[in-house]
């Protein structure tokens, strides 16, 4: 099945500054990769996706890029603020029989100091 | 997107008893989905639920412990059976919009003592 590695697992920045965030995935049929913001006591918000036809989207102050020889993407936060604290995941699309199923990431806790 | 609504927010429940939470959708969707998160951890699915049939269990999970109903395209309910601590976790429902892209509701936090 779908196995999808994220890191890191922790990521502190200060206010203003990039934020990186990376996964891999193993299965070569996947072609939906979304990401997910999880604030405290929240549910998971969808905050941006890409499609395996697409090297790139942007989204504002976010983005995606996926590299799908090598089988993985990441997440990129510009100017950060410190509302972008939370817990990120990524996740990887599982093809089954008329519909896909998500595989998540571990998550990676975003800290931004003021 | 849609709007989902999960009942109740969070529980509190002895041991050896039984929470069944519900999930409400706004809008008629083909495919519903219930995760797991335990403490401090990431998102595991527990199964699909797709109106008409019967839900489809992932490894480790079984109808017996984790019984759910889908009745209709906007509604499933999970239950949560025979209750041990270890089932303390928020269970969280999903639904799957258009090809693939999944909203989540709020969650329900239980913990079992």
């Known amino acids: 099945g779908e196995n999808v590695e994220q890191h890191p697992s922790t990521l502190s920045v200060q206010e203003g500054d990039s934020a990186v965030i990376k996964c891999t995935y193993s299965d070569s049929a996947s072609n939906y990769f979304p990401w997910y913001k999880q604030e405290l006591g929240k549910g998971p918000q969808l905050i941006i996706d890409?499609?395996?036809?697409?090297g790139e989207k942007k989204d504002q102050r976010i983005a995606v890029t996926l590299n799908k020889t090598a089988k993985h993407f990441s997440l990129h936060i510009t100017e950060t603020q410190p509302e972008d604290s939370a817990v990120y995941f990524c996740?990887?699309?599982?093809?089954?029989?008329?519909?896909?199923?998500?595989?998540f990431g571990k998550g990676t806790m975003l800290l931004v100091s003021p | 997107s849609a709007v989902i609504s999960q009942k109740p927010s969070r529980d509190i429940c002895q041991r050896g008893t039984s929470l069944t939470i519900q999930c409400q959708v706004d809008s008629q969707v083909t495919m519903m989905f219930w995760y797991r998160q335990q403490p401090g951890q990431s998102l595991t699915l527990i199964a699909t639920?797709?109106?008409?049939?019967?839900?489809?269990?992932e490894s480790g999970f079984v109808i017996d412990k984790f019984p759910i109903s889908r009745p209709n395209l906007t509604f499933s309910t999970l239950t949560v059976s025979n209750m041990s601590p270890e089932d303390s976790s928020i269970y969280l429902c999903s639904v799957d919009v258009r090809d693939a892209r999944a909203f989540f509701g709020q969650g329900t936090r239980l913990t079992v003592v």
């Open positions: 890409i499609r395996s036809n697409v």
């Open positions: 996740a990887a699309n599982r093809r089954g029989s008329g519909y896909s199923t998500l595989t």
């Open positions: 639920a797709n109106q008409g049939s019967e839900a489809t269990y």
